[in-house]
């Protein structure tokens, strides 16, 4: 698994889970949701994704879209 991949699970990953907990607990679950939503974003227009480096440095093999 790339880091690509990773990236793209746990984004996902944590908008399900906000919206879940949005709807089981409170509504300013869709804070989070947001946020990812806002991340993502920034790391398309600007390739800069903090999750991304984390994981390079993990040694995770890059992919086509975080190759930096």
């Known amino acids: 698994m790339n880091i690509d991949?990773?990236?793209?699970?746990?984004?996902?990953?944590?908008?399900?889970?906000?919206?879940?907990l949005s709807q089981l607990h409170h509504g300013y679950w869709l804070w989070l949701t947001a946020i990812v939503g806002a991340n993502l974003l920034q790391a398309a227009l600007t390739g800069f994704c903090p999750l991304a480096r984390l994981l390079k440095k993990m040694g995770l093999p890059a992919g086509a879209a975080f190759n930096q």
Not at 8 to 18: C, E, T
Request: hydrophobic content about 75%; cysteine-free; glycine content about 6%.
């Open 5 to 20: 991949r990773v990236v793209m699970v746990f984004a996902g990953s944590m908008i399900l889970l906000s919206l879940v």
